[in-house]
């Protein structure tokens, strides 16, 4: 059985097992304190979630995802499908986002994507058959299968900035690459999710400090 990350316990339990075994990822936590929690909705409403918040800052994928929720009620991928893109639209979805959104939707109406079936699938099934819809690639997996299934080892080494602060927490010259970024995080393992709620904090705290924003 995967390891899930559930509540603030299991989220302490990962940080005291990365702060043991990497002085990196204990200064981090110096820096940070305890991570957020950072769980989501399973299934269609995840995904679509995070479609929704792609290449967006946190306040604007908020209030587009609102008023999403707003006019797709239930939110399900049959109501979704109903909905005209006119209407999706005027919520703030662009046209590739509602685009790829319903790809998903008709997978999953049409069986064609079981995403309960996926429960005890290892993280490179999950993102095999995710990748194989249009639309979805290797960062949404990655992130479907941390915030949404919540897996304690899942990772996502293509986010950027998650290398920034990789980067800057082992005071690398350069930013790694992806390869590097799998090879660094071994070290991690069980605990890559738990690890990469770390380091987007530390991205955080990094990045307020040096625009003298309050962290």
């Not at 707003?70 to 703030?92: F, I, N, Q």
């Not at 010259?173 to 070290?187: C, G, K, R, T, Y």
């Amino acid at each position: 059985m995967p390891r899930i990350i559930n509540n603030k316990a299991d989220i302490a339990e990962g940080v005291k097992a990365l702060r043991a075994a990497c002085e990196h990822m204990a200064g981090v936590y110096d820096v940070t304190g305890p991570p957020p929690l950072r769980r989501r909705a399973e299934g269609f409403e995840g995904l679509a979630r995070i479609i929704t918040g792609q290449q967006l800052s946190v306040a604007s994928a908020s209030a587009i995802w609102g008023r999403v929720e707003r006019a797709v009620r239930p939110m399900d991928p049959e109501t979704y499908l109903r909905k005209h893109s006119t209407t999706l639209r005027k919520c703030g979805l662009s046209a590739s986002k509602i685009s790829t959104i319903k790809t998903i939707a008709a997978a999953i109406a049409s069986d064609a994507l079981d995403l309960n079936a996926l429960a005890l699938a290892d993280e490179g099934a999950i993102k095999e058959q995710l990748t194989a819809l249009k639309g979805i690639g290797p960062w949404t997996a990655d992130i479907y299968i941390m915030f949404c299934m919540g897996r304690a080892d899942g990772w996502a080494p293509g986010d950027l900035a998650l290398r920034y602060a990789v980067k800057d927490a082992t005071g690398a010259d350069e930013l790694p690459s992806f390869v590097e970024m799998e090879e660094i995080a071994e070290s991690w393992q069980p605990w890559r999710s738990v690890a990469a709620r770390m380091l987007w904090a530390y991205y955080a705290a990094c990045r307020a400090k040096n625009s003298g924003a309050p962290a």
